[in-house]
T-cell receptor, first 113, second 115 residues
Framework: QQQVKQSPQSLIVQKGGISIINCAYE??????FPWYQQFPGKGPALLIA?????SEKKEGRFTISFNKSAKQFSLHIMDSQPGDSATYFC????????????FGSGTRLLVRP | DAGVIQSPRHEVTEMGQEVTLRCKPI?????LFWYRQTMMRGLELLIY????????DSGMPEDRFSAKMPNASFSTLKIQPSEPRDSAVYFC?????????????FGPGTRLTVL
C-alpha cells in the first residue's frame, strides 16, 4: 500500500510532441504528489506538485492531471524539447508521515530533435 | 545559495574498506535526508534527521551503515566495512521545515563503487 507505481519505464518522443508519464497509488492517505526531474549526474529536483483537491495543475509546458477516484495521476509535457530529456519520478507523501516521500521507479524520457 | 553540497562526488574503494560520505545542507534548513539510488531499488530513504536528531533510521540497510549530524551544517554517512552491493549513488537532501509539502532539495550525489 506504500508503493507508487510508475509507467512507462522509458519513453521516446519527437521534439514538439507530448510526453505522458503515469503513476498510480493505493493508499488513500496520500495527499501530496510531487514530480521530480533528474538530469544525468545531478540530484532530483522538484518540478511540479499537486494536492488531491484539484484535478489539474499547470506550470508552463508541464501539467499534472489528477484522478482521485482512480487513484492515478500523470505528468504531461507539452511541446517536448530535447532539453526535457531526463528521468522523471513521481512521488507521494501524507501528512501523518511528514518526512517520507514514496518515489515511483522513474521514467527515462528521451526527446529526439 | 550554493545548494546542498556533497563530497566526494565519486568514490572507488575496495571491499572491506571504510567509506565516509559528507553533506552540507542548505543554510537554515532543519531537515536532512540520506537516500540511496540504484537501478534495482530506485530511490530509498536511508535516514532522516530533524534539528540534527535522527528521527527515522529504519531504512539503513544494516549495522555497517551509520549516520551522524553533529551540527546543523554537516552530516556524514559511513559504511564500515563496505561491500560490493553497497555500490550506488548516495544523495543528501535538505528541507527548510517540517511540513510534508516543503520541497526537498537534493545534492548532486556521491557515486560509490566498491570493488
Amino acid at each position: 500500500q506504500q508503493q507508487v507505481k510508475q509507467s512507462p519505464q522509458s519513453l521516446i518522443v519527437q521534439k514538439g510532441g507530448i510526453s505522458i508519464i503515469n503513476c498510480a497509488y493505493e493508499n488513500t492517505a496520500f495527499d501530496y504528489f510531487p514530480w521530480y526531474q533528474q538530469f544525468p549526474g545531478k540530484g532530483p529536483a522538484l518540478l511540479i506538485a499537486i494536492r488531491p483537491d484539484v484535478s489539474e495543475k499547470k506550470e508552463g509546458r508541464f501539467t499534472i492531471s489528477f484522478n482521485k477516484s482512480a487513484k492515478q495521476f500523470s505528468l504531461h509535457i507539452m511541446d517536448s524539447q530535447p532539453g526535457d530529456s531526463a528521468t522523471y519520478f513521481c512521488a507521494a507523501s501524507r501528512m501523518d508521515s511528514s518526512y517520507k516521500l514514496i518515489f515511483g521507479s522513474g521514467t527515462r524520457l528521451l526527446v529526439r530533435p | 545559495d550554493a545548494g546542498v553540497i556533497q563530497s566526494p562526488r565519486h568514490e572507488v574503494t575496495e571491499m572491506g574498506q571504510e567509506v565516509t560520505l559528507r553533506c552540507k545542507p542548505i543554510s537554515g534548513h532543519n531537515s536532512l535526508f540520506w537516500y540511496r539510488q540504484t537501478m534495482m531499488r530506485g530511490l530509498e530513504l536511508l535516514i532522516y534527521f530533524n534539528n540534527n536528531v535522527p528521527i527515522d533510521d529504519s531504512g539503513m540497510p544494516e549495522d555497517r551503515f551509520s549516520a551522524k549530524m553533529p551540527n546543523a551544517s554537516f552530516s556524514t554517512l559511513k559504511i564500515q566495512p563496505s561491500e560490493p552491493r553497497d555500490s550506488a549513488v548516495y544523495f543528501c537532501a535538505s528541507r527548510p521545515g517540517q511540513s510534508y509539502t516543503d520541497t526537498q532539495y537534493f545534492g548532486p550525489g556521491t557515486r560509490l563503487t566498491v570493488l
